[in-house]
Each structure stands twice: as C-alpha cells, then as structure tokens.
C-alpha cells in the first residue's frame, strides 16, 4: 500500500481510537491485561500517525495530549489476563524497550511543533525546542549506554535507532517540513544542518547488517534529508562538503525516486525535483568548465551507488534527465522559480540565497510543497 493512502487510512484508525475511548481508563472498567493492551494500541497509532505525517511532509492528527500514559517497559511474559500484570516498569532492557524509545521520540515531535506559535519570545520558544530535544537525547543515552558487540540484536537496534531518530530531530527543529510561526533559526545556533542530513543520507544507504535484517523492512524514504541538502546547496554550492552532498544527493534521488511513494503531481516529490533542478542548474552555472563538472556517469560514482544501494546503477547520457521515473522534466513549469518578492529579493542573479539566513532556502521549499503550481 502506498505512503499516501495509509497517510489517508490513518484518520480511520485516529477515529477508531477515539471510539473506543483509548486514552480513558474509568477506573475499574478494564482489567490490568486489557489497559495495557489500550495503551500499546493507542501508541501504536500515535507511531502510525507520526511516520505517515512525516512520510508526506504534515501534521500528525493526534496531539501529545492524547499520550498521557504509555505502556509498562515490560516484557511480553511478564503479564497475562486478567490481572497477572506488574505495577511498574521493568529495570533494564525488555520487549518493549525499542517501542518505549520510539513512544519518547514520537511525543517530543509533537511538543516541538504544539509549542504556542504566537509567543512573542522566539528566544524562549527555541530554548524549549532544544529542550525537548536534548530530553530526548539523554533518554537515548541512558537506555543505551550499556550496548556494546555482545548485546543481542534488538539492543543494537535501539541504540542505532535511537542515535538516528535524534539527528532527525536536530534537523525537524532547524528545517520543520511544515510552516510555522517562529520556524526561524537563530544565527547564534551552530548545528551544522547540512553536515547532518548528508551524514543521515549516507547511514540510510549503507546496506543493512545481517543481525538487523529482519527490520530493515522499518525504512521510508528520507525525503526531508535529501531536501534539506538540496536546499542547504543553494546556499552553499561549493566546497568539499558541498561536493560531498551533492553527490549523495544525487544517488538518494535516483535511488528513492524508483520506490517513493508518490506521482507526478504528488505534492512532496515534485517539488523535490523542482529543487533538484535548480541546484543542478546552480552548479552548472558555477562549475562551468567541463573539468569542474559534477558527472553522474563517472565509474566511481556508479560503483558507489551499487555499493550503497546494493542495486545497478543505470547510467544516462544526459545529466538534466531523471531516467529513473517517467516524468516531464523538459516541462517549462519545472524550471520556475517561486514567485515570492521577499524570497526572490533574497536571490542572486545565479539563485543562491545569503549565507547569513540560509533557512530562507528551506521557507521556499515549503512554500513550493504548499503552493504547488499544479
């Protein structure tokens, strides 16, 4: 099932759930076997509706309110019907441990975006989004700090995810896929959001290891990272790290281009292309010389891709062409720039935008995913 009929589906089971009254436990109606139950129910379709808010670049419909009580850190044998259920949570690693970590990782999403949006103080409202997500980071490093080449898989698992999970939240807070009152980054913040999606991009591509194949079906198409380097190249087009980037942004292109799940008029990917586009254009412009061109059919670059990937890697004989998907580039409307006076003020001849406010770049992606010109 496509990314964007579950996105769809999802408000089923967010009314579903509140139906059945998930989050109410009156006391005395349930057993202790069938709270715990609701509960992992309940936080089951808060993952849900996060992944797939994420997946399309929206909202999750749920509020952190709707979370007040997760389940027991317990494992599975530990409880059964009707009341054979501990009081408290486990010391230590259990079944539910990965769940437990995702539940943490899934209500600090929210309260980075519930934060009140007319506040006055951005200083204080950014304070309280590193906040919450340095909470998140302490909590990772807490839980997993004992991991180590000995642990069984699923240890593993939670302390690769975790790390992954919290970079993603690094750069949700510096590039939020959605608009936002008070989304402007400080200029005394020195996250390198650039280096970070690149990193995230690289991790993703990196074939899976054998002791953790059995969820590398837990995978999505890093959308955001691949956009976020796109746009961070507009502002900064040249250098190693830009080179660097844009490299595997090339490859994660191609490579989520033929798995994504969206179409031509699909309101995330095109305007991914769009972006795509102008920063082929951008560096074309600056690399002009056939030496200093950004080649995709170097043998180099092909063997990486089929490395990473672990799938061939088709060459093309013409660098402005996506062969990978069967849309129109050639279409003049894919060329346009956004027609923002205040984002086109900020652009130079060559559509590089000022390094001191380089999130401009990603206001304008999110105003092209908003304002599609369909």
Sequence with gaps: MSGAYTWTLVATAVRAATALRLEDEPVGAYTAFDTQLRRRLLFAIGILDTHTALDRGTVPILPASAFIMPPLNI?????????????????????????AMTYEAMICQRRLYELPGDSQDTREIWTM?????????????????????????????QRISGQKILVSLQLLVRRPPYRQHNNIVPPWDDFDVFEAATNVLEHH???????????????????HALAVILAELLVRPQGTL?????????????????????????MLWKPIAKLMRRVQRLRRDIFATASAAIPFNEPSLHAEHEQLTGTESKPTHDLQMFDTIDWNYD??????????????????????????????????????????DV
Aim: proline share 9%.
């Design 331 to 372: 279409d003049p409307n894919w060329n346009t720039c956004l027609n923002d006076d205040f984002t086109a003020q900020k652009q130079d001849s060559n559509g590089m935008y000022d390094e001191s406010t380089p999130w401009l770049s990603w206001d304008s992606f999110l105003q092209d995913v908003t304002l599609p």
């Design 205 to 223: 591509l990196q074939p899976v290891p054998p002791e953790l194949k059995p969820w590398a079906w837990k995978n999505w198409v890093q959308w």
């Design 242 to 266: 830009s080179d660097r980037a844009y490299h595997i942004a090339i490859i994660s292109f191609r490579h989520y281009a033929k798995i994504v799940a969206d179409s031509e008029s699909g």
């Design 129 to 157: 989004k590193l906040e919450h997500v340095a909470a998140f980071g302490n909590y990772v490093e807490i839980t997993t700090s004992d991991v180590n080449d000995s642990c069984n898989p699923l240890r593993k698992l």
């Design 75 to 99: 494992d599975d044998e530990d409880m059964s019907p009707p009341n054979n259920v501990p009081v408290c949570s486990s010391p230590g690693h259990t079944d539910m441990s990965h769940s």
